[in-house]
């Protein structure tokens, strides 16, 4: 018996087939449809104490000021907050209605928020100062806090830093 497994003809297919598909990836890479994955911006920021002391009713955390990387953009970015002793995190996200970072919004309030003149456009660039507040006393004073600057689109964090809130 002299059988063969795969014809001729199915065999040529499945190898013009895997030519063309090669020359598709190929062209795709080449051409740029294929993107490459970006790497998330760079930023450095300096952390330091709020002038307020923070109270019963809350009130300013501190203040975070962008001092070298690249320009951020509000809605690219989200803060998390770390209460170091209890490990509790809060996380804030851009509202571009109110134009500040907020926690748990409820739409009538929340709990916390970031705020600053320098954002409202959106955008936190070099210089910037964004000032950290709770409307709900959640962090006591002499806490440490580490905060956490998240670049949304790639989930990479890329600041990390800590201050004692007093």
Known sequence: MNRKAVSPVIGT??????AVILSAVIAGLVSGVIHKIKSPPSAKFVLSD?????????GDLFIATLYGG??????D???????VSS???????WNSTLKCFVYNWNSTQYDMYAYGNDIKDGFISVGDEIT????TPLIKSGTIVELRVIHVPSNSVIYVGSVIVE
């Open 50 to 58: 709020a002038p307020s002391n923070i109270n019963s009713n809350g």
């Open 77 to 83: 970015v989200k803060f998390q907050i770390v209460n």
């Open 132 to 135: 950290f507040n709770e409307t």
């Open 13 to 18: 297919m499945l190898m013009v087939m895997v």
């Open 87 to 93: 490990n509790t995190a809060y996380e804030l996200i």
């Open 70 to 75: 690249d320009t951020l953009a509000c809605k």
